[in-house]
Nanobody
Framework: QLVESGGGSVQAGDSLRLSCVAS????????MGWFRQAPGWGREFLGH????????FYTDSVKGRFTISRDSGENTMYLQMNRLKPEDTAVYYC????????????????????WGQGTQVTVSS
C-alpha cells in the first residue's frame, strides 16, 4: 500500500515536499517512482529511486528543481519540489515495482504495479 501526502496550494516560487509511505513488505529490490497528472493530460513521469541503492533518475523537465529521496527506516519516499511553477499544478502519484530493469523502462507508467491515491498540488501565479 502506498499513501501520498504533503500536497497543497502554494504560490509560484515556493517549495513543497511530498511524502509516500509504503507498507506491506520489504522494498529492498523495488523501485519507486513519482508521476503527476494535470487535468486533460496523461500521467507524466517525474523520477524514480532504487530502494536498495538510493540511485535516482529524473525526467529532464524537473532536473535541478525536484529531488527524490527515501528514508529506508520509515519506508518513506520524498519528492522535494523547489521553485514551483503554475504548470506544476497536478495530482502527484507515487508508484512501485520490482526494480530489475533499466532506468528507461521505469519511466513508463505501465511498468509499475502499485499506485497511491494521489495528492493535489496547486501552484498559483
Amino acid at each position: 500500500q502506498l499513501v501520498e501526502s504533503g500536497g497543497g496550494s502554494v504560490q509560484a516560487g515556493d517549495s513543497l515536499r511530498l511524502s509516500c509511505v509504503a507498507s506491506g513488505h520489504s522494498f529492498g529490490n523495488y523501485i519507486m517512482g513519482w508521476f503527476r497528472q494535470a487535468p486533460g493530460w496523461g500521467r507524466e513521469f517525474l523520477g524514480h529511486i532504487r530502494w536498495s541503492t538510493g540511485n535516482t533518475f529524473y525526467t529532464d523537465s524537473v532536473k535541478g528543481r525536484f529531488t527524490i529521496s527515501r528514508d529506508s527506516g520509515e519506508n518513506t519516499m520524498y519528492l522535494q519540489m523547489n521553485r514551483l511553477k503554475p504548470e506544476d499544478t497536478a495530482v502527484y502519484y507515487c508508484a512501485t515495482a520490482l526494480g530489475f530493469d533499466s532506468d528507461d523502462y521505469f519511466t513508463r507508467r505501465t511498468s509499475y504495479d502499485y499506485w497511491g491515491q494521489g495528492t493535489q498540488v496547486t501552484v498559483s501565479s
